[in-house]
Every structure is written in C-alpha cells, then in structure tokens.
C-alpha cells in the first residue's frame, strides 16, 4: 500500500480523500480546521494533528487548499513539506492557484527532490463526491503515470496537458468559460421568469439543443429553487477570475467578455453573497434588473 497524506479536506478535500482510503490506498489526513477530517476517519483512514505528522512517512502527498498563499505555506518554509517530507514523494497539487506561482513552487520543489504535479480539477462538488472530476494535469509523463493510480480514484477525465503550470493554466480557462456560462444562464432564467414560461419545461428543452451543458444539468435547479449552499464559493471564483485576468493581461491579450464577468462576481461577493455557491450569480442579476434578491 502506497501512504498518502492528504492535506486540506474541506468540500472537495474531503470526498477525495474518501475515494483514496476506500480506493486501497492509506491516507493520512490534516486541515487547519479540526473535524474536517471526520468522513476521512469514518472510512478507515487516518488524522494527524500537524503537517509534520501527515507527511513524514508519506509517499504521496496531496493538495486542497483555497489559493495560491495556501499552498505556499503547506509547500515552503521550515515548516513545509519540502522541509519535512520525505525527498523523492510525488506532490500532487488538486487546488486551483496562479500558474506563475505553480511555475515557481515546481522549481523549488525540484530543487528539494521531490516530484510534482499541478492537478486542479473541474466537476464541482458532485465530481468530487461521485469521483466524475476532470483533471487538467501538469508536469512530466513519467510524474504522471506514477499518479495515474491516483487520478483514476477520483475523476474520469485525466489529461496530462503540458509541464508544470499548464493544468493551472488550462484551469483558468476552465473558471472562464464556467463564469460566463453561469451568467448566461442566471440571465436566460430571469428572463424566461419574466415571461412566467413554465421553468422545468423550458431547461428540459435546452438541455437537448445547443444551449445544454454541464452548467445548466448542475446549476438551473439551484437557481430556480434558489438554493444557493456552496458547491462552489463566489468568494472562490472571484479568485479564479483574478487568476485569468492577470494572466492574459500578462499575456497581452484583450478578454472583454471574462472582464465583465469577473466584475459581475466581484459584485455579487461585494454585496455579501461571497459564501454563497457561484449559482449565486442569479442575485447579482436580480439585483440588476431591480428585483429583491431571493434565497430558499
Ligand atoms: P474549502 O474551503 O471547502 O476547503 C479547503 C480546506 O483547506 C479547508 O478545510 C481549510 O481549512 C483547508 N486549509 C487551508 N489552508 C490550509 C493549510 N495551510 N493546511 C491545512 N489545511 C488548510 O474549499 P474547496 O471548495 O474544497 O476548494 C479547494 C480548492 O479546489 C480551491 O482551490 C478551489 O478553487 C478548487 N475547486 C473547488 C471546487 C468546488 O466546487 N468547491 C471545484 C473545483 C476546484
């Protein structure tokens, strides 16, 4: 058996590390926040109360943490993995981060003698819990096969895009694409409730043309019921739009619809809803249009 630590088990951690353990694998868990290892335990696995603990006999060790400063202060420092694991483990990074940190922390990583593979992961919360996600994976061949194991738990679609960075590059583009989709349909929505059209009648029919996506399967019961529990934060996506707007600015590139967008999340979070699931999107065009916004 291959020990993995597994190092932040919030909602996507959690179900992951789950599929791991049940998977044949033995996992240690640690998070910042105490109980947010329970499900873990639950299925056999194991809880460590420091990082120390997690990865000193670790051979795998696993990344779900919020943001690119998270990630840095699990990987670098005296108390950081690269200080404290074991030298030739594979880190495998799940969290959406900048690609430019990503670039760096692989060259530090590198340079400790570990092996490690940015991995973000698309599919939500249902992806996570049913092992459906998309991984966008970026490092070596080599690097990636040795996870391949691993991948195997917990997505469906696995894809070694390029070297490190380019998962979280490919990523980025994910949260766009996403966003803009989100918005689109938060608007079609209001819209057709404007027209008092009959709701489960209409996403029916969309669903079977052109318009249908994994979006709208996932996201226009939440709105109509407007149920917006997290899934997936606004605060979180507000981070990602950061994400793509430096990098194609950095890039020189003109993205006025992902501008928009990115300004329409900022919005939502500024008016508060930023705990809320990125669904929540759905409030900031009630607002707009000069309706209260509604929650279940
Ligand atoms: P979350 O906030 O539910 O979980 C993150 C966990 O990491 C928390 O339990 C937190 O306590 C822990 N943590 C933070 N810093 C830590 C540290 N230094 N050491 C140990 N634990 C630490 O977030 P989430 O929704 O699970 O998202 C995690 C990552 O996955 C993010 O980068 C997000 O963008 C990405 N993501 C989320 C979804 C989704 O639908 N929720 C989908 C795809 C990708």
Redesign the pocket.
């Known amino acids: 058996m291959t020990n993995v630590a597994f ?8 179900p992951m590390s789950v599929h791991l353990q049940r998977g044949g694998f033995a996992v240690t868990g ?4 105490p109980g ?1 290892t329970d499900r873990l335990v639950a299925a056999g696995g194991r809880a460590a109360g420091s ?1 120390a603990e997690a990865v000193a006999e670790a051979d795998v060790i696993a ?5 690119s400063p ?1 990630v840095e ?2 990987l670098t420092g005296p108390a950081g993995v690269l200080a404290l694991g074991r030298p030739g483990a594979l880190i495998i990074d ?4 900048r690609p430019d940190v990503t670039m760096a922390l692989a060259a530090q990583a590198h340079q400790a003698g570990f092996r490690i593979l940015d991995a ?6 249902p ?2 819990e049913q092992a459906t ?1 998309s991984i966008m994976v970026g490092g070596t061949a080599d690097d990636f096969e040795a996870a391949r194991a691993i991948f195997e738990l917990v997505g469906r679609t696995i894809v070694l895009v390029g070297p490190n960075g380019a998962g979280q590059t490919v ?1 980025a583009a994910n ?1 766009l694409i996403v966003a803009a989709n989100i918005e689109a349909l938060a608007e079609a929505l209001i819209f057709l409730e404007a027209y008092g059209v009959d709701l489960t009648a209409a996403v029916e029919v969309l669903g079977g043309g052109l318009a249908g996506s994994a979006v709208l399967n996932q996201k226009a019961a939440k709105m109509t019921a407007r149920d917006f529990q ?4 606004i605060d ?2 507000h ?2 739009m950061g994400i793509v707007q430096a990098a194609a600015r950095q890039a020189g590139l003109a993205l006025p619809l992902g501008a928009l967008v990115a300004q329409l999340v900022a919005a939502v979070k500024a008016q508060g809803d930023g705990q809320l699931d ?1 669904s929540a999107l759905f409030r900031g065009v009630q607002r707009l249009c000069g309706l209260a916004p509604t929650t279940d």
């Open positions: 190092i932040g088990l919030g909602i996507m951690g959690a640690y998070d910042l926040v947010a990082l990344l779900m943490v919020p943001d998270d202060a699990v799940f969290s959406t981060i973000p992961v698309s599919g939500g919360q992806g996570a996600l990523k949260q997290p899934g997936f934060r979180l996506h981070k990602d990125h």
